[in-house]
Nanobody, 125 residues
Framework: VQLQASGGGLVQAGDSLRLACVAS????????MGWFRQAPGKEREFVAA????????YYADSVKGRFTISRDNAKNTGYLQMNSLKPEDTAVYYC???????????????????WGQGTQVTVSS
């Protein structure tokens, strides 16, 4: 599967953004989906994940209550709604797909099989 992330940009603290991840090449519902981010000089970190049918979602503590992950399998698209953005949310955001549909989605970047190219999110104070 190929993933294409979009929706990043430059916003002010407190603003909102919605990222999208469009999948092509395989049935999107065959994958668990995750979002990760990487700030300059830091390791790639888990943001959120959603199981194949959208019933179960998981979040990093740093974004819980502010970010919402969702998916529309009919459109082969996943989303990350980001509200109340903070400067510390500044990073390149990546979507990822995992062929493993069982159990709790991985919060480790190496648990995912496919990656999008990333989209930059910059939050100014």
């Amino acid at each position: 599967v190929q993933l294409q992330a979009s929706g990043g940009g430059l916003v002010q603290a407190g603003d909102s953004l919605r990222l999208a991840c469009v999948a092509s090449g395989r049935t999107f519902s065959s994958y668990t989906m995750g979002w990760f981010r990487q700030a300059p000089g830091k390791e790639r970190e888990f943001v959120a994940a959603i199981n194949w049918n959208g019933v179960s979602t998981y979040y990093a503590d740093s974004v819980k209550g502010r970010f919402t992950i969702s998916r529309d399998n009919a459109k082969n698209t996943g989303y990350l709604q980001m509200n109340s953005l903070k400067p510390e949310d500044t990073a390149v955001y990546y979507c990822a797909a995992d062929r493993n549909l069982l159990g709790v989605p991985s919060s480790k970047w190496y648990g995912y099989d496919y990656w999008g190219q990333g989209t930059q999110v910059t939050v100014s104070s």
